[in-house]
């Protein structure tokens, strides 16, 4: 596996080279960080996909749909992320689910993670995070 260079406003960010593109779900009510959640992860050279809730990514999960990494907010309307996360382990699933919050105490996170969460992060993602995130993924 190689590494790129991709240009960014303010610096070079790495992207990962991979034979088969990295499936991301970005769970995420807020259209804004939406955006900048799916721009960040299209530079990495990922393949995107939007859901607004919990319960959308739970759906698509029922659905057939499978991802490598699920990307989700804690606080959404309809389903938030610590009941997505632990309905999607309760159903199997083995994608790498990383939390992003607005949330920086030590107990929202720690409540967020016992949820079956792999990692979780402060928002915004930047490229430093999104690289440790892909490079844990393409390692294990």
């Given at each position: 596996?190689g590494f ?12 990962i ?12 009510d807020d ?7 799916k721009?960040?992860m299209?530079k ?13 990514a ?8 499978s ?8 606080e959404?309307p309809i ?7 632990k309905?999607?382990?309760?159903m ?9 919050t ?18 979780c ?11 440790a ?8």
């Amino acid at each position: 596996m190689g590494f790129g260079n991709v240009m960014s406003t303010s610096k070079t960010i790495k992207t990962i080279d991979t034979e088969k593109k990295i499936s991301v779900l970005i769970v995420e009510d807020d259209l804004l960080i939406q955006k900048i959640h799916k721009v960040i992860m299209t530079k990495f050279g990922t393949e995107v996909q939007l859901a607004a809730n919990g319960k959308e990514a739970v759906d698509l999960f029922l659905s057939g749909a499978s991802f490598d990494l699920i990307l989700t907010d804690l606080e959404m309307p309809i389903m938030d992320g610590i009941e997505a996360t632990k309905q999607l382990r309760s159903m199997g699933v083995t994608s790498k689910i990383v939390g992003v919050t607005s949330h920086n105490q030590d107990s929202e996170i720690q409540a967020f993670m016992k949820s079956g969460l792999n990692a979780c992060y402060v928002k915004p993602l930047n490229a430093e995070k999104v690289t440790a995130v892909l490079n844990e993924l393409k390692n294990n």
